[in-house]
Each structure stands twice: as structure tokens, then as C-alpha cells.
T-cell receptor, first 110, second 118 residues
Framework: DAKTTQPTSMDCAEGRAANLPCNHS???????VYWYRQIHSQGPQYIIH???NNETNEMASLIITEDRKSSTLILPHATLRDTAVYYC???????????FGKGTSLLVTP | EPEVTQTPSHQVTQMGQEVILRCVPI?????FYWYRQILGQKVEFLVS????????KSEIFDDQFSVERPDGSNFTLKIRSTKLEDSAMYFC????????????????FGPGTRLTVL
């Protein structure tokens, strides 16, 4: 699987958009970009995934660059409950092991 | 909304004892996984299971570990002789197909079992 690089930590004010970047410059053509988050020691929670096109769901938006070497997860209106570690993972599909890495620790402040 | 459940939420055991961690995956899912997270460290893959056999495993998943789907609903992880370093959160996950990458096909995780080995 391709490796990903994420900032160690980020802050965001409550109500503002949180933009979490991820670099995956060695991604191959058939690998997806998955985003998960982990709140404290809870089980990882799926957020969104995509292949080439930008994706949006009720939780977030995923913007993938045209060359697919990087992506950004956008939480449009961050709340305190969005404080978590966010993981960007590249994988062929959901049947393979997910390599979680260290992720980005997002702190949403009042 | 369907979810993965795990029991117990916390298990305390003595070193050298056998433990069985239980998971009930989402009902129409076909792929099952175990991950673990040692306190303060990253989530690590242990094993994946499909069609009643292991499809992938990490180097962590040695002979002390085994997995089983004893019936149509449960998926278990057994550690035969626990060591202090097995203390961790153990997460079960499941996915529907594992092959399509479709918008509905992703791994869903349970809340975890905290295993403490004394």
C-alpha cells in the first residue's frame, strides 16, 4: 500500500471549517483514499473514501487533487465532538488491511 | 443503523492464561478483521478472515493467536497463552464485500475490548 503523510496536529475553532491535508504521492491508479477518525480510545470511525472524484457525505467532503498525490478532508462546520485523531489511509479496497499510521490529532476549540 | 459489537468491553487475565475475545459483525458482511492498539500507539492490523479462512495476517499474528467463526454470527479471537505485551485494545471490524471499493463498501469497527494482562 502507498504511504501517507499527515501533519501531527492541527487546531480549529468551533464552527469553522477544518481542512486536514494528506500526501500520498506513491498512490497507484487503483488505490482508494480512505479517511477514518478515532475519538479517544473508541473504535475507528469511517468518514469517507474516494478514488478520483471529490466526494461528499453527511460528515465531510473529500477533495482529491487531479494527480491524486494528495487529498484534503473537510469538516465544514467543526464542533467540539470532532476533536479526534484523523487517519488518511490508502488501500486497494476495503478487503485489505488498513494501515493506520499516526494520523492528525485535531483539536476543536470553543 | 447496524453496528459491530464486541464482548467483553474489558477483560483482565493472568499471564499465561487463554482469552477469547468475541465480536458480532454486521449481519450481511462477509469479511472480518481484528486489529489491536497498544496504549499510546497506532492501530495495528492482525488478521482478516473470509469464507472461513484467514485471507491475510500480519507478523504480529503468530501461533499464539487464532480466529474462528463458530456460528453464523460470532467471530472470535483467541490468545492461547497471554503475555504482558498482549495488553491492548482489540478492535473487530467487518466489511460487506471487500472487493469493490464502492461507496457502501468499507470496514466498520466495533467499540473494542480492552485486554489487561497481569
Amino acid at each position: 500500500d502507498a504511504k501517507t503523510t499527515q501533519p501531527t496536529s492541527m487546531d480549529c475553532a468551533e464552527g469553522r471549517a477544518a481542512n486536514l491535508p494528506c500526501n500520498h504521492s506513491t498512490i497507484s491508479g487503483n488505490e482508494y483514499v480512505y479517511w477514518y477518525r478515532q475519538i479517544h480510545s473508541q473504535g475507528p470511525q469511517y468518514i469517507i473514501h474516494g478514488l478520483k472524484n471529490n466526494e461528499t457525505n453527511e460528515m465531510a467532503s473529500l477533495i482529491i487533487t487531479e494527480d491524486r498525490k494528495s487529498s484534503t478532508l473537510i469538516l465544514p462546520h467543526a464542533t467540539l465532538r470532532d476533536t479526534a485523531v484523523y487517519y488518511c489511509i490508502v488501500s486497494l479496497n476495503s478487503g485489505y488491511a488498513l494501515n493506520f499510521g499516526k494520523g492528525t490529532s485535531l483539536l476543536v476549540t470553543p | 443503523e447496524p453496528e459491530v459489537t464486541q464482548t467483553p468491553s474489558h477483560q483482565v487475565t493472568q499471564m499465561g492464561q487463554e482469552v477469547i475475545l468475541r465480536c458480532v459483525p454486521i449481519s450481511n458482511h462477509l469479511y472480518f478483521y481484528w486489529y489491536r492498539q497498544i496504549l499510546g500507539q497506532k492501530v495495528e492490523f492482525l488478521v482478516s478472515f473470509y469464507n472461513n479462512e484467514i485471507s491475510e495476517k500480519s507478523e504480529i499474528f503468530d501461533d499464539q493467536f487464532s480466529v474462528e467463526r463458530p456460528d453464523g454470527s460470532n467471530f472470535t479471537l483467541k490468545i492461547r497463552s497471554t503475555k504482558l505485551e498482549d495488553s491492548a485494545m482489540y478492535f473487530c471490524a467487518s466489511s460487506h464485500l471487500g472487493t469493490s471499493g464502492s461507496s457502501t463498501d468499507t470496514q466498520y469497527f466495533g467499540p473494542g475490548t480492552r485486554l489487561t494482562v497481569l
